[in-house]
């Protein structure tokens, strides 16, 4: 059962790209990319003391790409960003161990208010917030686990956890996305009210 909400939600943002989106070269390979992660999720690469999940590794890999296709001083702005904020989720992921109450409603909630949050106040844009969610929520889970691999002689890139956050931020993002897009798009069909008013 593990890996049901990272599965559903990536065969519901392929639909989407493949069926909704407007026909570019980012539609033709974000859906090759979904289709990757689909079907890598089960496959792991394991060594005495490290397991990697391949698909983590193309998360990885995307996140970067992304902030390669931000240009000029966003490049260097979303890369601090994002550095930053993966302290913060390493620092989230300790306190799991130290305090359990912070997460009083749960895993999934807690980390994705708190970082939606300081995404809408840090970041303007849909390439800059995927990139910072990417690469900050894959970066701190390696910071994570490295200090924590005293603990558990294992360092395991790719937990259902981490896989299962970062694409429900993903397609929080989106989501968000499509219905500014639409908005936008809604507002320019309707013609503005002629109001008269009293001089």
């Given amino acids: 059962m593990s890996g049901i909400i990272y ?3 990536l065969w519901y943002l392929w639909l989407f790209q493949t069926f909704l989106a407007s026909k570019d070269k980012f539609r033709l390979l974000t859906t090759i990319f979904i289709l990757w992660l689909i079907i890598t999720f089960p496959l792991e690469w394991s060594t005495e003391t490290v397991i990697i999940r391949p698909s983590f590794l193309i998360l990885c890999l995307a996140g970067f790409m992304l902030l390669a296709t931000c240009k000029g ?3 260097w702005r979303t890369f601090i960003i994002a550095a930053a904020f993966s302290f913060l989720f390493a620092s989230m992921r300790m306190a799991e161990w130290y305090e359990p109450i912070l997460f009083l409603f749960g895993h999934y909630f807690t980390y994705a208010f708190s970082f939606s949050f300081l995404l809408f106040i ?3 844009h849909f390439i800059e917030r995927l990139s910072i969610v990417i690469i900050a929520s894959s970066a701190g889970e390696i910071l994570y686990q490295v200090h924590l691999y005293p603990l558990t002689s294992t360092v395991y890139l790719g937990q259902d956890f981490i896989l299962q956050y970062i694409i429900l931020m993903i397609s929080f993002i989106y989501g968000w996305n499509m219905l500014c897009v639409l908005l936008l798009h809604l ?3 309707i013609p503005p009210r002629n109001i008269n008013l009293p001089q």
Avoid: A, D, E, I
Wanted: no cysteine; glycine share 0%.
């Fill in 187 to 189: 507002q320019r069909l």
């Fill in 73 to 75: 001083r966003k490049k």
């Fill in 7 to 9: 599965l559903t939600l």
């Fill in 122 to 124: 840090f970041s303007k």
